[in-house]
């Protein structure tokens, strides 16, 4: 795992820098170039590549037909874009991947806690759940939209009264399951028809 100071310096800081140390402790990667491939249940081992150019040809080439998911974060590398070309070099990059990675699973926290109305040692290990399969309550999860702060104890314990006694309570939580609007995303990009033109990422960076 990365240093703690990595993590403080790059990780987004709207979200708790415990959860994302756990975070990248549990599901991460020390290495800033690995890309983990699936499909399926089945995983797909090539050559693991040795620069940034050979790893964002390798992820441009499966794009679209398999799960990529890439560096520090195992972020998934389809989230986002409707082809190759649109591959964000800060995913190979140690601190940006961080950044993403860090800001895309607060969002999926977030999600996973307003569903259980608190925050829990539950609440996280469903999170990771979620970040690893992609999907939550039968969504695709990054795709969702992002329900805003996390709950507060009050707003758990007004959960937990009798309906007789929430005359007073605020408004429902947004609905979670409605797609995105911000990146048109709602369905999975890695189950998507992705054209892959991998000639752009050949030259020299």
Same mark, same amino acid.
């Given at each position: 795992?990365? &240093?703690?100071?990595?993590?403080?310096?790059?990780?987004? =800081?709207?979200?708790? /820098?415990?959860?994302?140390?756990?975070?990248?402790?549990?599901? +991460?990667? *020390? @290495? =800033?170039?690995?890309?983990?491939?699936?499909?399926? @249940?089945?995983? $797909?081992?090539?050559?693991?590549?040795?620069?940034p150019d050979a790893a964002l !040809?390798? /992820?441009?080439?499966?794009? +679209?037909?398999?799960?990529?998911?890439?560096? $520090?974060?195992?972020?998934?590398?389809?989230?986002?874009? %409707? *082809?190759?070309? &649109?591959? @964000?070099?800060?995913?190979?990059?140690?601190?940006?991947? $961080?950044?993403?990675?860090? %800001?895309?699973?607060?969002?999926?926290?977030?999600?996973?806690?307003?569903?259980?109305?608190?925050?829990?040692?539950?609440?996280?290990? &469903?999170?990771?759940?979620?970040?690893?399969?992609?999907?939550? &309550?039968? !969504?695709?999860?990054?795709?969702?939209?992002?329900?805003?702060?996390? =709950?507060?104890? *009050?707003?758990?314990?007004?959960?937990?009264?009798?309906?007789?006694? %929430?005359?007073e309570q605020e408004s429902p939580?947004?609905?979670? +399951?409605?797609?995105?609007?911000?990146?048109?995303?709602?369905?999975?990009?890695?189950?998507?028809?992705?054209?892959?033109?991998?000639?752009?990422?050949?030259?020299?960076?």
């Open positions: 795992m990365f &240093e703690l100071a990595l993590i403080q310096q790059c990780a987004d =800081p709207g979200v708790e /820098i415990g959860i994302v140390e756990r975070f990248i402790s549990e599901v +991460g990667s *020390d @290495n =800033p170039l690995a890309v983990r491939i699936t499909s399926g @249940n089945r995983v $797909i081992l090539p050559e693991a590549p040795q620069t !040809r390798l /992820i441009a080439h499966y794009l +679209g037909q398999a799960v990529v998911r890439v560096g $520090i974060t195992q972020y998934p590398a389809g989230h986002g874009i %409707t *082809d190759a070309s &649109e591959l @964000n070099s800060d995913l190979l990059d140690a601190c940006g991947n $961080i950044q993403m990675g860090s %800001t895309l699973f607060g969002k999926v926290y977030r999600i996973v806690a307003h569903a259980h109305g608190e925050t829990s040692a539950e609440v996280f290990t &469903e999170a990771l759940k979620a970040w690893q399969t992609g999907m939550f &309550e039968g !969504r695709y999860v990054f795709g969702e939209e992002d329900p805003g702060p996390l =709950p507060t104890d *009050d707003e758990a314990a007004d959960r937990a009264q009798p309906a007789e006694h %929430t005359d939580t947004p609905d979670i +399951g409605e797609a995105s609007g911000g990146d048109g995303m709602g369905d999975d990009p890695n189950q998507a028809g992705i054209r892959v033109d991998i000639s752009g990422l050949t030259g020299e960076r």
